[in-house]
T-cell receptor
Framework: KAGVTQTPRYLIKTRGQQVTLSCSPI?????VSWYQQTPGQGLQFLFE???????NKGNFPGRFSGRQFSNSRSEMNVSTLELGDSALYLC?????????????????FGPGTRLTVL | AQTVTQSQPEMSVQEAETVTLSCTYD???????LFWYKQPPSRQMILVIR??????QNATENRFSVNFQKAAKSFSLKISDSQLGDTAMYFC?????????????FGTGTRLTIIP
């Protein structure tokens, strides 16, 4: 089974631009979560999508948005980029619901997208 | 809101030795999971071990085991017979139940270096 994939792996943008990151979950997974990782703030939860609906949201400004498609692939968008948005953006996929055949609804992480804002 | 604290920013240990990473957390929830994740220099986050809060028995996965003290809200990770491949950032994480709350709350991490 293929793992979680994220594209692109590296991205360089300038302040004020916008960016879109993509995440393809493991086949059969319906939940995709996004995290921002920075040296100063650590790993912070952005939002989670399940069956094309945002189900959970972290404390980030409205410049950060996302969506999920019918095939569970998810995109994350950041508008009006700021220097502080430079980070590693991780996505994680999981079943997203209780499955009695699974002992736990494990989250599997992708390799991340390294965004640099100049 | 939940908080997770890892008080050891960096640790190093000789290969084949045992090392313990500390984690404390704060929550008012009664049903939750705790995890240890490993992030090697390649950056892919990998689940090392998990613990259900309702289970008193400490989880074990090969050379990895935890010491879960629910009353003290402590969740430490012990790595036995450490190997060079154990060099990585280790994150302690919390997730409340029931399923449908996919948000993981992470600690700040411990950078572990295994010395040959």
């Amino acid at each position: 089974k293929a793992g979680v994939t994220q594209t692109p792996r590296y991205l360089i943008k300038t302040r004020g631009q916008q960016v879109t990151l993509s995440c393809s979950p493991i086949s059969g997974h319906r939940s995709v979560s996004w995290y921002q990782q920075t040296p100063g703030q650590g790993l912070q939860f952005l939002f989670e999508y399940f069956s094309e609906t945002q189900r959970n949201k972290g404390n980030f400004p409205g410049r950060f948005s996302g969506r999920q498609f019918s095939n569970s692939r998810s995109e994350m968008n950041v508008s009006t980029l700021e220097l502080g948005d430079s980070a590693l953006y991780l996505c994680a996929s999981s079943l997203g619901f209780f499955d009695s055949s699974a002992s736990y609804n494990e989250q599997f992480f992708g390799p991340g997208t390294r965004l640099t804002v100049l | 809101a939940q908080t997770v604290t890892q008080s050891q920013p960096e640790m190093s240990v000789q290969e084949a030795e045992t090392v313990t990473l500390s984690c404390t957390y704060d929550t008012s929830e009664s049903n939750y999971y705790l995890f240890w994740y490993k992030q090697p220099p390649s950056r892919q986050m990998i689940l090392v071990i998990r613990q259900e809060a309702y289970k008193q028995q400490n989880a074990t996965e090969n050379r990895f085991s935890v010491n879960f003290q629910k009353a003290a809200k402590s969740f430490s990770l012990k790595i036995s017979d450490s190997q060079l491949g154990d060099t990585a950032m280790y994150f302690c994480a919390f997730m409340k139940l029931p399923f449908g709350n996919e948000k993981l709350t992470f600690g700040t991490g411990t950078r572990l270096t295994i010395i040959p």
